[in-house]
């Protein structure tokens, strides 16, 4: 599961990308740098992990993960092919999610692409060149369904009248996530589609350092400018938070962030915000040798969520044996919530919940 950065250039998108990832992206004061889409796998930060770690004492501890791409900057006229608008639409269609960053933050050495700051227009010009490409495919796609459609084919019409609607919506500058269809009909005809400005979206201002604990009148104009979307909105400094990676010590990182009245850096709370963005939560294993977190989509049974550990583990599933993660540090340790009866046998049924201490048999 990919979640893409987008933006206009200079917004400093590959200046988050470095702060998030260890993979240096090209990071200068000029459009197109980063003409490739870089992709970082990224640790998601998680405190119980952490709590873990102290109870358990293992050989090694490792945490979930969420990738990371870092697409090169839109402009306008980019659904049309305009600066490499084809590439970069491709690039954002093969993500799962969208992290769209947008400027709060007025400085003069740093060019804005149309002269001046204003986030809801740059959203806007981004939002259109996207909606203008969903729109394309919609279009195709109608052609098809069309001719079914006057065949007497029901389904086909039943599609007909949902692809009407998403275009109508488009046409009047409205994403695909914000236009009201039943969630029966998106699932069947909209989503098979992945369509751009479907995908869920969390909008990240990038703000001054004065404004990196309480946000700015940009940011509120923003959050007003999306509350119909269903979307997150953060807000980070992006400089500051490049400035931060660059510190050689956690203790020399987090005097830096007390200075600045933050408890973590807030690209912590941005790959949280992604990983929840793709709809994602975490199981633990934990036992001497380690401590691990497993990745698994909301929803996930138990067979499934063995099958991410090792593909034998789904097909040969007997039963699991769950901890919640709150008796876990209630108890201290495995053998004490044993004692305490509340360790739990679940079987092919049971949906696995966020935190989860999990040890699976199987038989293969």
């Not at 275009?167 to 695909?176: D, F, I, N, P, R």
């Not at 992006?238 to 931060?244: Q, R």
Request: include cysteine; hydrophobic fraction near 40%; charged fraction near 30%.
């Amino acid at each position: 599961m990919k979640a893409g950065i987008v933006g206009l250039p200079n917004v400093g998108k590959s200046t988050l990308f470095n702060c998030l990832s260890n993979a240096k992206a090209q990071s200068a004061n000029f459009p197109f740098c980063t003409i490739e889409p870089n992709i970082g796998v990224v640790n998601v930060p998680d405190q119980r992990l952490e709590k873990l770690e102290k109870l358990v004492n293992p050989e090694r501890v490792v945490p979930a993960t969420v990738e990371i791409v870092d697409i090169a900057g839109l402009v306008k006229g980019a659904s049309k092919g305009e600066g490499l608008g084809n590439q970069f639409l491709g690039n954002i269609r093969e993500t799962d999610a969208i992290l769209h960053v947008l400027r709060c933050f007025d400085n003069d050495n740093i060019v804005h692409v149309d002269g001046s700051v204003n986030p809801i227009r740059d959203k806007e010009t981004i939002d259109m060149e996207l909606q203008l490409k969903d729109l394309e495919s919609v279009d195709k796609k109608l052609e098809k369904v069309k001719r079914a459609a006057k065949t007497g084919n029901k389904e086909a019409q039943k599609e007909e009248a949902v692809l009407n609607a998403v275009k109508q919506g488009l046409e009047s500058g409205t994403s695909v996530r914000a236009i009201q269809i039943s969630e029966e009909d998106r699932a069947e005809f909209v989503r098979p589609m992945q369509l751009i400005t479907d995908k869920p979206v969390m909008y990240v201002c990038n703000v001054d350092e004065g404004s990196a604990v309480n946000g700015n009148a940009y940011v509120e104009k923003v959050k007003e400018a999306v509350a119909n979307e269903n979307a997150e909105v953060i807000f980070l400094a992006v400089g500051t938070e490049a400035d931060i990676t660059e510190l050689e010590t956690y203790e020399e990182r987090q005097m830096f962030l007390e200075d600045l009245g933050l408890t973590e850096p807030g690209s912590a709370k941005l790959i949280r915000g992604a990983y929840k963005l793709l709809d994602l939560e975490t199981y633990f294993t934990a036992g001497v040798k380690e401590v691990r977190a497993w990745t698994i989509p909301v929803g996930a049974t138990a067979p499934q969520a063995a099958g991410v550990i090792h593909t034998d583990f789904e097909k040969g599933f007997i039963r699991a044996e769950v901890i919640s993660y709150d008796d876990y540090i209630k108890y201290g340790s495995e053998s004490k919530v044993k004692e305490a009866g509340r360790m739990r046998v679940e079987g092919k049924e049971y949906i696995v919940k966020d935190g989860d201490i999990m040890h699976f048999r199987f038989n293969v």
